[in-house]
C-alpha cells in the first residue's frame, strides 16, 4: 500500500513533521502521510488518525490523565500497520512510537526515527534496539549519531530547524517571561514567574514585561490565568519570537524555547517545575547529565542559568537583572547557534527518509 504512516505527539515535533512532509513530495511524488497529527501536520495534508493536541503531555505523574487518549491514539496506528504502508516515520515520544517502530520492522515496514529519543539523557539502552529496528535514525544534535553507531545503526545529523525559525536581532528593553506551551507547565512556573514580576517591578517601577504565549494555550487563558495572580500591566504576545524580540533577557520554561532565544542571541535564565512523582523518578532514570537548559547540554557547561524544582523569586531577580546588561552569555548563545547547523535541516532529513522509502512508494 503505496502510503507512508507518520506518528508524532508533541507541538514541538508536529511543527518540524509538517516541514518534512512538505519536503517529501518533491522527492517521492504525491504518497498520502496518515497518523498522529497536530494543526500543522494537517494543514501540510496529514489524514489524522489522531490529534497530537489530546496526547501532549511530559512527565510520569501527568501521563495517567492522558492515558486512555494515548492507548486509543496507538491502537489506530497499530491497525494502520497492519493494514500495510511503504514506510513509518516516528517523531519522538519514544514511549508512544517505540512499539508501533517494533510492529512495523516486525511487518517488514522500513522505519524511520524523525528525532532521536534522550538516548544520552536517559534509557540508553534504547539506542542499541533503535538501531535494530531503524532503517535510519535522523539526529538534530551533532553529538546524538555515536550512540548508534557503536551499535552498527544508522544515524544522520540533519541540523536543527529551529535555526529556520528565528533570526538575530539586536536585544531591547524589558523582560519576557516564556512559561510553556504544556498546560501542566504553565500551570506550575506563572505563580513563581508572577512573584518574580512583582520584585522586578518594585526595583525597576516602568520595566516592559511581556507574557510570551504558545498557541496550545491561546491568549484568553493566558490572561486569565496571569490576572488571577494579580498580575498587571503587562503586554501579551502571541509567539515567542513577538515577546522575546524587544526584550533585554528572558526567563524560560526548559525545552526547545531555549535554543530559539540562543539563535536570537537573548539572553535567558532557564527554568523548570515538574509534578514531584515525575521529579522524583526522573532523578532515579537520568544518569550522566549534569544540565537541563538544551544550550549548556549542547556546550557541555552551564552558559546560561538554569533552575529546576526548586525556585527561589529572589535568586531568579537577580539572574534575569544580570542577564538583561547583555554581556555575559554574548558568545555562549553564538556558539550554541553554531552547534545546531545551517538552515535545511527539513530538506536533509527528507533526502535520508526519501532514499529509504525509494523502492516502496509509487509517485
Known sequence: MSRILISAAEASGDRLAAQFVAEMEP??????????????MRTAGVEALAEVEELSVMGFAELLGKLGAILKARGSMRRAIHAGASGLVVVDAPDLNMPLARLAHRRGIPVVFLVSPQVWAWRGARAREISRIADVVLCLFDF???????????????????????????????????????LSEVQRLLPVMAEVVRMLRQREPDVPIRFGVAEEIGLARMKAMVDALGISDVVFSEGLEAAAAPSAACLVCSGTATLELACMGRPMVVVYKAHRLTWWIGRLWVRGVQHIALPNILLGREAVPEFVQHLEPKVLVECLREASEGTSQRSALADVRARLGEVGAAGRAADCAAAVFASRVSG
Open 27 to 40: 522527492r517521492i511524488g504525491s504518497v498520502p502521510f496518515v497518523g498522529i497529527a497536530g494543526a500543522s
Open 144 to 182: 546524538e549519531p555515536k550512540y548508534y553507531g557503536r551499535w552498527g545503526g544508522r544515524a544522520e545529523w540533519v541540523g536543527h530547524p529551529v535555526v529556520e525559525r528565528v533570526r538575530p536581532s539586536e536585544p531591547g528593553r524589558g523582560y519576557a517571561f516564556l512559561p510553556g506551551s504544556r
